[in-house]
């Protein structure tokens, strides 16, 4: 008969292997939602992860809604580039337990 510790034991390494799946698995990649305060709400989870506690790549954070392209033949082109706000939809990859928010997504 398994003892306390050897049924605490069991039920600790199965929810870890559970979660191992979870972060390695078909679920690496994740959608979420920027909230209010820029916490971040992935859609399989119920609670919100604060600002400062995920990462964000740097070209959803850039300070401008647009970048310049460098001047060729007398011209440039100007790229819109959508900056990350309250309520954008976003796509989030699980890099080992740190989420990172790759981009922006919007419907098609």
């Known amino acids: 008969m398994a003892t306390a510790v050897e049924k605490l034991s069991g039920a600790l390494h199965k929810r870890m292997k559970e979660e191992s799946k979870n972060v390695f698995g078909p679920h690496a990649l994740i959608l979420g939602r920027i909230t209010s305060g820029m916490g971040l709400k992935l859609d399989d989870t119920t609670y919100t992860i604060p ?8 070209s959803v954070m ?19 580039i959508p900056i990350l706000s309250v309520g954008d939809r976003v796509l989030v990859s699980r890099v080992g337990t740190e989420p990172v928010v790759i981009d922006i997504v919007v419907a098609g």
């Open 51 to 58: 600002k400062g506690d995920y990462m964000i790549c740097r």
């Open 62 to 80: 850039l300070n401008s809604s647009y970048l310049v392209t460098s001047e060729s033949e007398n011209h440039t082109h100007k790229l819109n």
